[in-house]
């Protein structure tokens, strides 16, 4: 049965002749999911009631409830959702009047970056477009919501497809009319999709860098040897990023691994006169891994050494870590979970 969630109003008035109705009825259906955030066919009341008997047997929204919610003691709320294959997870982190989703785009992952809980327990499958957009509508804060990071689980880059259809959907005038500007996309640094998404968005960029040296890179995330970092950059830096686009990396640090002077030195050679960001993160242990998380000092210190040399650098306050919730631990699991009627 198809979905609508995730169609272009041309694409649902398509759908909606397939159903027998009039090509109008499409962009009706488009104002009811996109704007209104329906959950069910009952609720288009423009559409006549013989349409709303007609698509539940034809057609489906695409629209599914959590199965379970997490509330950390700082305010963050993680979701678990069912999908066709698995399950997955996705945050949303209150900060004063903004609310973002942290957003799943495959149920797992298959990137394997050895500090990774989600990376650990695999890759179980794909998530169409609806179902990256259901954890938009599905939310108890979907009316609140500010922003969206694709930082959850999986890689959006290898499943570019189905993540380039949801921002379609939610900067389009039709859709969610979202800025640009509010949604943040991140990435290990898949070369040949980096390049398209730069190509044909205006997103922004966030990519996992965690250690400027390819050798010891290489030791943690397996995509090294296919794209090394310092590739990334430097098609990075083939883009204009003076303007609303910006580009950031996230640097997850390791005491005794990539926290010394030595790679601070490295990652100011790497940036140097690129427009960036470089966000500093705490490591959340997971068993059987080697490295814990650096002193807030040496942090403190890594920090302004590169603030100093004129990249802008600061340390991303961690969030949700009691419930899970916090980066690298998404991984299909809910403590303390309310389930939902």
Request: hydrophobic share 40%.
């Amino acid at each position: 049965m198809v979905k609508l969630l995730g169609k272009t109003p041309r694409e649902l008035s398509e759908e909606a002749v397939q159903c027998g109705l009039k090509p109008f009825a499409g962009r009706q259906i488009a104002q009811w999911i996109y704007e209104k955030k329906v959950r069910s066919f009952d609720a288009m009341t423009n559409l006549s009631k013989e349409a709303r008997q007609i698509l539940p047997g034809r057609a489906e929204l695409g629209v599914s409830l959590p199965v379970s919610k997490a509330v950390s003691a700082d305010g963050t709320s993680k979701y678990l959702f069912r999908t066709d294959t698995s399950v997955i997870e996705s945050v949303v982190i209150p900060d004063g009047e903004r609310r973002t989703l942290c957003v799943s785009s495959q149920a797992g992952c298959g990137m394997n970056c050895a500090f990774c809980m989600t990376g650990r327990n695999g890759y179980h499958g794909q998530l169409d477009a609806a179902g990256i957009l259901n954890q938009f509508v599905s939310v108890d804060e979907a009316s609140q919501l500010t922003n969206a990071v694709f930082m959850g689980m999986g890689e959006p880059f290898a499943n570019y497809d189905a993540v380039s259809r949801a921002i379609e959907v939610l900067t389009a005038p039709w859709g969610f009319g979202w800025s640009p500007k509010r949604i943040t996309v991140s990435t290990i640094g898949i070369i040949p999709r980096l390049e398209q998404y730069l190509a044909e968005h205006k997103t922004h960029l966030a990519v996992s860098l965690h250690n400027p040296f390819g050798e010891e890179r290489l030791q943690l995330m397996p995509v090294e040897k296919a794209y090394p970092i310092k590739d990334v950059v430097a098609l990075v830096r083939r883009y204009d990023w003076s303007g609303q686009r910006r580009v950031s990396f996230e640097y997850t640090m390791f005491a005794g691994w990539n926290d010394s002077r030595r790679h601070a030195d490295a990652l100011i050679r790497l940036l140097k006169g690129l427009e960036c960001r470089v966000n500093l993160i705490r490591f959340h242990r997971i068993p059987d891994f080697p490295y814990g998380t650096s002193p807030d000092r040496v942090m403190e210190e890594f920090r302004d050494r590169l603030n100093n040399n004129g990249i802008t650098c600061t340390i991303r306050a961690s969030r949700g870590e009691d419930i899970m919730a916090a980066c690298g631990l998404l991984a299909g699991m809910s403590e303390n979970p309310r389930n939902h009627d």
